[in-house]
C-alpha cells in the first residue's frame, strides 16, 4: 500500500514495529537505535526508535535529522560485528558553531542504544501479533562484570521472557520495575539499579500494540478518516453494515473490511482498552444500535458524527446515564472549522491522538508547562 | 504526485479548483455539482464542490456519499445538453425507510447547482492562478424572464467580469452583493433579489486562493509537516537557508522549494493574509532572524517549533511587544501529545486549520451550540 510523500520522518511506531518484524522474518541484517535518555529539550523522547537497514535505508528517527547520520554510522557497525553500544550526543553548547553545525536548537543530551535486530526481538514481534503490551528491560552501561550492555529480558503480564541475549537477573528485573512502575504506554525510562557486584543502568522499555479504530459505516467520508488515522498509526478496521459493500479496494487505508450487524459491533472490540470507535453509518437506527452495543463493552471511546441535536434524539432512546456518557464524542472530532471531509478526517484523528494521549486538544501556545512530562524512574 | 489512499473524498477545495482548471485547459467536457443551501443539517456546508468527469470520475464531494449517485447521473446530463439546472433533494424524512434508502442521518433539505464547466469558469481559474479572492454570482432560480438559471458574473475587487454566460443584470449584482457582504473565506449563501420584472435567487459563492504554508528550515522533519499541510489543502512552500540541499526529491511534498536567508524570508510572503508560516530550522541564530523579518510583514500566523524555554530566549533578543505578540504559536502546535515526527505534524497542521477556520482546538464535545455557524443573508 503507497504511503503520502513517503519518507522514513512519517513513520509511526507501528511502522517502526513492522519494519523489525520485517527485518526479523526475512532474515535481513538491520540495526536498531533507540533513544534511551535525554537530558533538557530533545525533537524525541526516550523510547523513540529507527530502523537501519544494512543499506542504510531508514525507518523512524531519533532526533530531528541532525545524528541519523552519525547514528546510521554506528547502525551499520553493529551490523558488522553484531554489538550493542550506547552512544551519548551532547547538544547543549548550540550556540557555539561546534562539531554539529551551527546550532541545533536542541539544548540537550541525547543518550542512543544501537543494536544488531537479532532473535531477543522475536518475543515483541509475536507479543505484538497477539496485541499484548510487553516491557523491554535492556542495560545499557554496568560496572557489575556479569551483566553487558545489551543483556535484555522481556516481561509480559508478570512473566519473564528469555529473549536469546545473555538475560539480566532477576533481581536487576524486579528491581528496575518496582521503581518505574507504572509506566505509560510507550513510556520508557533509564533506571540505575545497585547489586552487590556493581551497579547495573538498566533502561525500560514499554511496548505497546498500536491503538485501533473501528469505524463504523459503508459510505466514502469513511476514507480521508480512514487514511489520516493510517497515518497516525491506528490500525483500522472498517465495519459495514446492512450488506453495504466490502471490497478493499472501496476502503483502500482500511487494514480490514468487515461486514457485520451494528448489534454485533463488540465482537470485534479485542482490546476495549485500545479501541476507538466512530459511528458514521449516517444511518440513525444503526448507529443507535451501535452505540447501545458498543456502550456494554469498556471501549475507551465512542465518537458519534453528526449534529449536537442527533446525540439529544439517541440519548432519548437508549438509556446512556450511568454508562460512562464521557466515553462518547459528540459531536466527535476538535474544532478545527471547515467542512471539506479530509478537515473532518482531521478534526476526528487529532480528537483521537488528544484523547489516545491523554490531552485537551487545545493550543499549546494557551498551554502552561512543558510540551512533555519527563518520567523520572 | 501521488496522493494516500487516493479517494475523490479526500480531495480538498485546492484539489477541485485544479480539477476545474484541468478541465477548461484540456478541453475536456465535465460538470460541477455545488451545493447551494442546506436547510436543518448536512454533511457538508453551500460552497462544497464535486466535479465529474464525462467518464463517471469524481473528484471532491456535495454529501457524505448518499446523493452522489444522483448527482452524478445529472451533471452527465448537464456535459450532454450543455445545460445548468437546480435539484433539491429533502433528506428530512430519515427515519422512514425512504427513496433514500433506511434514513441518512442528515436531517436536511439540500440544494445542488449542476452545471458544465465551461468558458465561464475562466476567470475564476486565471484569478485563483493570481491567487486573488473572487466572488461568483450564479442566478439558480428565476422568475424575471430576461434572466436565466445559470446566468452568471465574476466580480473581483469591485469589478465586475464578462464570463462569456449571459451576465446578472448589474442591479442584481450590487443589490445581491450589498445584502451579502462581507461573506467570510471560501462562504457561500442564496440571497432573492426583487426586480422590477419578477424575483431572482443568487448564489453568492466567495472563492479564496487555497492558504499558504511557508515552513523554513532544512531537515527532515519537515516532510511530515509538509505532507499532512498539503493532504489540509494548504499550498506548502519549503525555505531552506545556509546553502542546504534543496533537491525537490528531499521534500516531495512541498509545491516548491527555495534556498533564502532567514532575513528575506519576507520576500515569499506575496499574499500575507493566506500565509501561515513554521519555522522549524532548528538553528536558534536562523529562527531568530527569520522570526524577525516575518514580524515585520502582515504575516498571520508564525508557528515557533521548540520548547517554551528557545521563545523565552528569542524574546530577550529582539523586540517583539508591540509587534503582535498573538500572532506567534510557540510551542507550536495543538495539545494532542506524542513525539513521533508524524504526531507533531498532525498537531501543527490542526492548528493551522483551527487558526484558518478562526477556531479554538479543544474538543467539540465540550464546546456549545451548532459546529458550523449559518450565513444569513
Known amino acids: 500500500m503507497t504511503r503520502p510523500f513517503e519518507s522514513p520522518w512519517g513513520a509511526t511506531k507501528r511502522d517502526v514495529h513492522a519494519a523489525i518484524g520485517d527485518a526479523l522474518a526475512a532474515e535481513e541484517a538491520a540495526a536498531l537505535a533507540t533513544v534511551i535518555d535525554v537530558e533538557g529539550s530533545g525533537y524525541r523522547r526516550p523510547g523513540a526508535k529507527m530502523v537501519v537497514a544494512d543499506d542504510g535505508e531508514l525507518r523512524g528517527s531519533v532526533t530531528a535529522g541532525c545524528l541519523e547520520g552519525s547514528v546510521t554510522d554506528l547502525a551499520r557497525k553493529a551490523i558488522a560485528d553484531g554489538e550493542t553500544r550506547t552512544e551519548t550526543y ?76 545473555s538475560e539480566l537477573p532477576d533481581s536487576v528485573v524486579t528491581d528496575a520495575l518496582d521503581r518505574t512502575e507504572p509506566l505509560p504506554d510507550n513510556g520508557a525510562v533509564c533506571v540505575t539499579v545497585e547489586t552487590d557486584d556493581g551497579a547495573v543502568r538498566v533502561f525500560v522499555d514499554r511496548i505497546d500494540p498500536s491503538p485501533e479504530l473501528l469505524l463504523f459505516g ?72 451501535a452505540l447501545d452495543a458498543l456502550l456494554e463493552t469498556n471501549i475507551l471511546y465512542i465518537g458519534l458524527m453528526g449534529p449536537r441535536k442527533r446525540f439529544r434524539e439517541l440519548r432519548e432512546e437508549i438509556d446512556i446515564d450511568g454508562r460512562d456518557a464521557d466515553r462518547i464524542a459528540t459531536p466527535v472530532g476538535l474544532d478545527l472549522g471547515g467542512d471539506e471531509p479530509t478537515a473532518i478526517g482531521f478534526s476526528i484523528v487529532a480528537e483521537l491522538l488528544a484523547v489516545h494521549n491523554d490531552r485537551s486538544g487545545g493550543r499549546l501556545s494557551d498551554r502552561e508547562g512543558p510540551i512533555h512530562e519527563r518520567l523520572e524512574p
Not at 106 to 134: A, H, M, T, W, Y
Not at 143 to 159: C, F, K, Y
Not at 219 to 224: A, H
Not at 282 to 289: M, T, V
Open 218 to 289: 459503508g459510505q466514502e467520508d469513511i476514507n480521508p478518516v480512514a487514511s489520516l488515522a493510517r497515518q497516525a498509526g491506528f490500525r483500522v478496521r472498517v465495519a459495514t453494515a446492512r450488506g453495504a459493500r466490502t471490497e478493499p479496494d472501496r476502503f483502500p487505508a482500511a487494514d480490514e473490511v468487515v461486514s457485520t450487524n451494528p448489534t454485533e459491533l463488540p465482537d470485534l472490540v479485542t482490546v476495549p482498552e485500545q479501541t476507538y470507535a466512530v459511528l458514521m453509518s449516517h444511518n440513525l437506527i444503526d448507529d443507535r444500535l
Open 90 to 165: 551532547d547538544l547543549t553548547d548550540d550556540d557555539d558553531a561546534d562539531a554539529w553545525g551551527i546550532g541545533l536548537g536542541c539544548n540537550g543530551v541525547i543518550g542512543v542504544l544501537i543494536e544488531p535486530i537479532d532473535e531477543s526481538f522475536g518475543p515483541v514481534v509475536e507479543g505484538l501479533e497477539k496485541r499484548r503490551s510487553q516491557t523491554v528491560l535492556t542495560a545499557v552501561e554496568s560496572s557489575n562484570l556479569a551483566v553487558r550492555v545489551g543483556d535484555r529480558t522481556v516481561v509480559t503480564d508478570g512473566e519473564f521472557t528469555a529473549t536469546g541475549r
